[in-house]
């Protein structure tokens, strides 16, 4: 594949002109604008080093035999057909490692590739992008007067990313001083986990939320809300 299109011993694919032209386009914010021929092969050339070229083959022998009222039109759409495809051809959500060099996804996207596992093991994650975790499925159970188990899935761990759950007796969002209490539950990884809250007051209703953080950004989960049983 690589003969077919040209790149193979070609000096813009050795290692080191990729790594900096990859640092060049991430530390300008990865500007889909800029988003070049030689960037665009780096983009598929990650791909290719984890599943081969025939995932992306596969998906552009799609692309080319849709029925014309599937074609998509415009830029916006082709980018999220293709992510949306090469996901559903490789078995991973790819949505988190494209909209790291900047594609413009829309929900749809996300909403339809959120059945498969993301990929957290791309080249890109800690060195040249950030990425944020994702956390789902926030919920309550086993509650007594005064502890409860809170149980969530760590569907992307993010980079170097820590949690910590607030909680108290009103909802005060994502303002870590307003919470009453806190609890540190440290580096997360991909998966379900729990953790038990102790030292309620029995008969009150509380409120609370997962703050997931890194060294560069913090994302808080949807609160949720439980009521301690009366002694």
């Known amino acids: 594949m690589e003969d077919l299109v040209g790149v193979q011993g070609h000096s813009a694919v050795d290692p ?12 300008d914010g990865s500007n889909i604008s800029n988003w070049s021929v030689w960037t665009a092969l780096d983009t598929f050339l ?28 415009g830029d916006i759409e082709e980018f999220n057909y293709w ?24 929900q749809q996207t996300y909403d339809a ?18 990425y944020d975790a994702i956390i789902r499925d926030l919920d309550v159970q086993n509650t007594t007067d005064d502890t409860t188990d809170i149980f969530w899935e760590t569907y992307d761990n993010g980079t170097n990313v ?6 108290g007796v009103s909802d005060v969002g994502n303002q870590t001083l307003g919470w009453t209490s806190s609890s540190n539950w440290g580096t997360t990884s991909v998966g379900n986990h ?11 209703t509380y409120y609370g939320r997962v703050q997931a953080f890194n060294e560069e950004s913090s994302v808080w989960s949807g609160p949720i809300s439980w009521t301690t049983n009366i002694n």
Request: aromatic share 16%; hydrophobic share 40%; net charge negative.
């Open 83 to 106: 992510v949306m495809h090469l996901s559903n051809t490789t078995g991973y959500n790819l949505a988190p490692y494209h909209a790291a060099w900047g594609f413009p996804l829309n």
């Open 113 to 130: 590739l959120e059945h498969l596992p993301v990929w957290v093991n791309d080249s890109l994650r800690g060195d040249f992008f950030v």
């Open 46 to 73: 990650i791909i290719k080093e984890e599943w081969g070229w025939d995932v992306i083959t596969e998906t552009l022998s799609l692309y080319y035999t849709l029925p014309t009222d599937e074609i998509p039109i």
């Open 162 to 167: 820590s949690l910590v759950f607030y909680y």
């Open 16 to 27: 080191v002109q990729r790594e900096s032209r990859m640092r060049s386009y991430f530390d």
């Open 194 to 204: 729990s953790q038990t809250i102790t030292g309620l007051i029995a008969g009150t």
